[in-house]
């Protein structure tokens, strides 16, 4: 069975600040991808950032880093910088390369304060 | 090339009506997902195409659910007899193949049933 936990429901950043969402995963599959979304109340998913299972450095895309742990089955998205836009609900996802699907966790609604 | 659209965006109906939502993904994806979202939650798996062959269904997907994509190009989501349960967000989003190719989103649909 394959299940994204994000334990932040809420989190509040100071402009300019950098903030850390956090996000853990369980997969039976060997060979996974990581995925970060970005939702902000107009709706659509936006995609900010991905990470594969087997790559040996974290990712990096502008002010976003992931923060990979693959024992602790860990994926945390670091934003750096916070921006009034940065404001909007944040989706951690996988995709097992197995499957098909996407799994997605419940999200974390990031506001940040000037 | 705009990204996924989605149609309509929003859609109220009166509970026990069927309801058809379409979805054009980005030409030359050859996956296309379907997922609902209710407030709160992060977005859940439907269904799934590769081309025109519906290759995965969610077993929380009613048969009062189903989902087609003629000639692998735009694919429609009907809903019978729709219930109250049945309100929420429909997402739409369409990838490449490969193993490491992130999911681009539409704007969804906003059912309410009443």
């Known amino acids: 069975a394959q299940k994204i936990t994000q334990t932040q429901p809420g989190m509040f950043v100071q402009e300019k600040e950098a903030v850390t969402l956090d996000c853990t995963y369980d997969?039976?599959?060997?060979?996974?991808?990581l995925f970060w979304y970005k939702q902000p109340s107009s709706g659509e998913m936006i995609f900010l950032i991905y990470?594969?299972?087997?790559?040996?450095q974290n990712a990096t895309e502008g002010r976003y880093s992931l923060n990979f742990q693959k024992a602790r089955k860990s994926a945390n998205l670091v934003i750096s910088a916070s921006q009034l836009g940065d404001s909007a609900m944040y989706f951690c996802a996988m995709r097992p390369y197995t499957g098909n699907q996407f799994y997605f966790g419940t999200g974390t609604s990031l506001t940040v304060i000037p | 090339d705009t990204g996924v659209s989605q149609d309509p965006r929003h859609k109220i109906t009166k509970r026990g009506q069927n309801v058809t939502f379409r979805c054009d993904p980005i030409s030359e994806h050859n996956r296309l997902y379907w997922y609902r979202q209710t407030l709160g939650q992060g977005p859940e798996f439907l269904t799934y195409?590769?081309?025109?062959?519906?290759?995965?269904k969610s077993r929380l997907l009613s048969d009062r659910f189903s989902a087609e994509r003629p000639k692998g190009s735009f694919s429609t989501l009907e809903i019978q007899r729709t219930e109250q349960g049945d309100s929420a967000m429909y997402l739409c989003a369409s990838s490449w193949t490969g193993l490491n190719t992130e999911a681009f989103f539409g704007q969804g649909t906003r059912l309410t049933v009443v």
């Open positions: 195409f590769q081309n025109e062959a519906q290759l995965e």
């Open positions: 997969t039976s599959d060997p060979s996974y991808g």
């Open positions: 990470q594969g299972s087997y790559d040996q």
